[in-house]
C-alpha cells in the first residue's frame, strides 16, 4: 500500500475515513479475441461469474455500502454479485466506462491485426496522447469524477466501483504521481483485481492493491506476466 502526501481534493469533510475499492471486472467471454472495448454483447465467461463470486465473498464482511459499474455487460456482472451480497441497487457511472480505442472491434497485432494495414498506422505514432483513442488526461478526470461521487456517496463506509483495466490504471497513476503514458505489459491491474483507494475527509491518504482472484486468473493474464505465443493480453481490458 502506498501512501499520498499532499494530495489535495478541496474542503477536507471532516476527518471520516472512507474506502473506495476500485475493482476490474472478471473474465470475458471472446473467442475471437478482438479489442471489444465499449461494444455491447461481450459479457463474463464461466470463469469470470466465478472470479465476480469469489470478490463478492471476500468483500462479504466490508462495510459497503455503494455498488456502482460501468455500464458495460461485463462490469455490471461482475458487480452485481458484490452488490446482491449486501443487499444494495447496483448503480451505473458512465464515467466508469472503458476507454475508448479505433481499433476496438479488431484483433490487434503486427503479424496477424489491425497493424498489418498502413492505414493504421498513424493511430499509434503518438503514446504519449495516446493517438489511438481517448487522451489520458481525459480518463483521469472522469475516473476522479467517478471516485469522488462515490466516496461522498459512502462516506464514513465503503464503496465498490467495478470499471475496466486501463482507466483503473490511469487513475492510479495520477493519483500516485507517476507518467501516464506507460507499457501496457506492466499494468498492475489483473482480472477481477481491487485498487483501493482510502480517503481522509475529501483527501486520498493511500492506495492498496489486491488479487482476491488471482488463483482464478489464468497466468499469462496475471498482473506482470509476459503474454506467450497465442495467448494475448491485449484484449482483456
Known sequence: MSEIHGNKGGNNGGDDITVVHLMRHGEVENPT????????????????????ERVAEHLAPRDI???????LERAQETATPIAKAHGLDLATDERLIEAENVF???TFGVGDGALRRPGNWKHVL????????????????????????????????EAVLVSHQ????????????????????????????????????DRIVSVGYSEPARDLVPAHLRAGAKPTKGQSKAFGA
Not at 33 to 52: F, I, N, T
Not at 130 to 153: H, T
Not at 169 to 188: A, K, M
Open 33 to 52: 479475441g478482438v479489442l471489444y472495448g465499449r461494444l455491447p454483447g461481450y459479457h463474463l465467461s464461466e470463469l469470470g461469474r466465478k472470479m465476480a
Open 65 to 71: 455500502t455503494y455498488v456502482v459499474a460501468s455500464p
Open 104 to 106: 476496438q472491434g479488431k
Open 126 to 157: 503518438n503514446p504519449f496522447r495516446p493517438s489511438w483513442g481517448e487522451p489520458y488526461v481525459d480518463q483521469v478526470v472522469r475516473m476522479m469524477g467517478a471516485l469522488n461521487a462515490a466516496k461522498d456517496k459512502a462516506r464514513g463506509h
Open 166 to 201: 486501463l482507466p483503473i490504471w490511469i487513475v492510479r497513476s495520477y493519483v500516485e504521481r507517476r507518467r501516464l503514458w506507460h507499457d501496457p505489459r506492466r499494468r498492475q491491474c489483473t482480472l477481477a483485481s481491487l485498487t483501493t483507494f482510502t480517503y481522509r475527509g
